[in-house]
């Protein structure tokens, strides 16, 4: 048994620390993410290099677990470590073989509560793309591409959708990026063949509406500027014509309604 309100002000030792990491693959909702979660967003910064890149050795590794709460909340913990700028290439890796093959894309779920394997994987995204990490950050961009393009019959309902519109916007706010890296990867989204809802199809697949309403967001994160952290001035997007035209192209296609 841990005592959680012992080690909110404890400093972490191997064993705490093993032992809350394991925490975060609890099928309880409340230990998996208001304790241990939230413990270990606490002992990241006091974590040495060593341990930190020793506990996204284990997230990475967690990504290919049974358990769909223990693979969605990896990527949280990775999206920790990369802002205090801890990251191996083999972390991506297993992120990249992980985030677009995912089929359980449940929003909330009754008794293992949040499960978020779209938002979660947007947060490593933007953590990543929107700091120094890589020096390149199109395979970030064609990844959340890859994810939008993905089989699956669940519709976004959990605003997972403007959760990656706005990792999207964070990694197209570098200023180093050119305007073929911000607009590359929108080209397979852009081959898709018209999905309009008809008489003789039926509704908008969910992944056709998924990825319009993920554009859209992003379209007016591209107007408006991206917030880097909630209550911080917009960061304009350095191609944000050039973006939100080719954003606006489309979505036309597939919606009649846009112009």
């Not at 209550?231 to 035209?245: F, I, N």
């Amino acid at each position: 048994m841990i005592d959680w309100s012992a080690l909110e002000t404890a400093a972490p030792t191997p064993d705490t620390l093993a032992a809350v990491s394991a925490a975060l693959r609890s099928a309880d909702p409340h230990v998996r993410d208001t304790l241990a979660y939230e413990q270990l967003c606490r002992w990241a910064p006091l974590l040495t290099p060593e341990q930190r890149l020793a506990l996204g050795d284990e997230m990475a590794e967690r990504l290919s677990d049974p358990d769909i709460q223990a693979r969605t909340f990896a990527p949280l913990v990775l999206a920790e470590l990369a802002d205090l700028g801890a990251h191996r290439p083999a972390w991506l890796d297993a992120f990249a073989h992980w985030y677009p093959a995912e089929s359980d894309l449940r929003g909330w779920d009754g008794e293992l509560g949040w499960l978020h394997a779209v938002a979660h994987g947007a947060d490593y995204l933007a953590a990543l793309g929107r700091g120094p990490l890589l020096a390149d950050p199109t395979p970030l961009l064609e990844l959340a591409a890859a994810r939008l393009l993905a089989p699956t019959d669940h519709v976004l309902d959990a605003m997972e959708d403007d959760r990656l519109g706005r990792a999207l916007a964070q990694i197209l706010a570098r200023p180093d990026l050119t305007e073929r890296q911000a607009l590359g990867w929108l080209d397979p989204i852009a081959a898709q063949p018209p999905r309009r809802p008809s008489a003789t199809s039926g509704g908008v697949p969910a992944v056709v509406s998924n990825t319009l309403r993920t554009l859209r967001m992003l379209h007016v994160l591209a107007d408006r500027g991206v917030r880097m952290e909630r209550g911080a001035d917009p960061v304009p997007l350095p191609h944000s014509a050039a973006l939100r035209e080719r954003i606006a192209g489309i979505l036309v296609v597939n919606s009649p309604f846009t112009g």
